[in-house]
């Protein structure tokens, strides 16, 4: 099975840019998403094709993908940001999701 | 201003089947351009990929589940279900519905969800 793996937990201070990465087998071939979930609530989709931010997502999302990892950078980070974050990808038909990486802001 | 809402019974016990419909309100519900996932979570613990289902009735299912899992449409009511069998406590967890769509450019995402629904495993 194909597996998507990222770092639990990532920190950042108020202001500054944080960046989440994803790892798979040649995912650089593959189209990546990525997904905020705040605590109690259902995911949001921020990034797709890999750099893609659909209506509404503020411009400081930004995702690239190449080789074996996919990155979300988050510039000019903000409270509002804290939640956790998963990275998708398709591999055979299948999603495959990542197992999440929680970001604090401190 | 698409809506899904996910309905079900909250309790169930082990060994017996799972069932949700996924009611979707606002939008093309047969358009090509989406598809209809269901995805869960455990508390505490990440996403899982259940299966996806075009208005076709094309289905494709996480392949670690498929043995027990069939996805339905019913475009007539604009609505999706789920049945999962034999269910075992591990798989109490938040159960999302979603949609797919697929964007120019040849890539997709999971663009609107519904607020999920918690079903627990238990006797």
């Known amino acids: 099975s194909y597996d998507l793996t990222q770092p639990p937990s990532v920190s950042v201070s108020p202001g500054q840019t944080a960046s989440i990465t994803c790892s798979g087998s040649?995912?650089?071939?593959?189209?990546t998403c990525w997904y905020q979930q705040k605590p109690g609530q259902s995911p949001v989709l921020v990034i797709y094709?890999?750099?893609k931010r659909p209506s509404g997502i503020p411009e400081r999302f930004a995702g690239s993908n190449s080789g074996n990892t996919a990155t979300l950078t988050i510039s000019g980070t903000q409270a509002m940001d804290e939640a956790d974050y998963y990275c998708?990808?398709?591999?055979?038909?299948?999603?495959?999701f990542g197992g999440g990486t929680k970001l604090a802001v401190l | 201003q698409v809506q899904l809402q996910e309905s079900g019974p909250g309790l169930v016990k082990p060994s017996q089947t799972l069932s949700l419909t996924c009611s979707v309100s606002?939008?093309?519900?047969?358009?090509?351009?989406?598809?209809w996932n269901w995805i869960r979570q455990p508390a505490g613990k990440g996403l899982e990929w259940i299966g996806r289902?075009?208005?076709?009735?094309?289905?494709n299912y996480n392949p670690s589940l498929k043995s027990r899992v069939i996805i339905s449409v019913d475009t007539s009511k604009n609505q999706f279900s789920l049945k999962l069998s034999s269910v075992t406590a591990a798989e109490t967890a938040v159960y999302f519905c979603?949609?797919?769509?697929?964007?120019?450019?040849?890539?997709?995402?999971?663009?609107?969800w519904g607020q999920g629904t918690l079903v627990t495993v238990s006797s």
């Open positions: 289902i075009y208005t076709s009735g094309s289905t």
């Open positions: 606002g939008g093309s519900f047969s358009s090509t351009t989406y598809y």
């Open positions: 998708q990808a398709w591999d055979s038909s299948s999603v495959v």
């Open positions: 979603a949609r797919g769509n697929w964007f120019e450019g040849g890539s997709d995402g999971f663009d609107i």
């Open positions: 040649k995912l650089g071939d593959k189209y």
């Open positions: 094709q890999d750099y």
